[in-house]
């Protein structure tokens, strides 16, 4: 198969591969947990990753780009984008969904292995005690 912009898949590949390594992580530790203590777990992530998605806009970067300046907000993925050309004065300025979205995912899977983490040690920790 040819692919017709590599590049353009190349981020989101990275991002993808960060995600599932991560996903893998947070199934393995909460497998042995019990199902409210996993879903109480989910929640958190998925609110943490929401919320740092939402945090993530704090973090920007700038560069010149071509004509102009290109500033983007967000990471790992551009959130909100500006472009300003040097020549002209021209602006173009957007939202990025699915950057947004990208950011959340990538957020939330970290946060469920390090809270699948802590609920096995919870669990482990318990364990010992009623023994």
């Known amino acids: ?28 530790l909460m497998r042995r947990t019990d199902s409210r203590e996993r879903r109480r777990t989910l929640v958190r992530a998925a609110a943490a990753g929401v919320l740092g998605a939402v945090l993530s806009v704090v973090l920007y970067w700038s560069r ?28 173009t300025h957007g939202i990025h969904w699915r ?3 990208e950011n959340a995912a990538f957020y939330g899977v970290v946060a469920a292995a390090v809270g699948g983490g802590l609920a ?11 023994s």
């Open 64 to 91: 010149s780009a071509g004509t102009g300046t290109q500033t983007a907000w967000g990471w790992p993925r551009t959130i909100f984008s500006l472009w300003q050309s040097w020549e002209t004065g021209e602006r």
């Open 120 to 130: 096995r040690r919870r669990g482990s920790s318990s364990t010992q005690r009623a």
């Open 1 to 28: 198969m040819i692919e017709i912009a590599p590049h353009f898949h190349q981020p989101l590949a990275q991002l993808l591969a960060v995600i599932v390594v991560a996903l893998v992580a947070a199934w393995l």
């Open 99 to 101: 950057g947004l979205f």
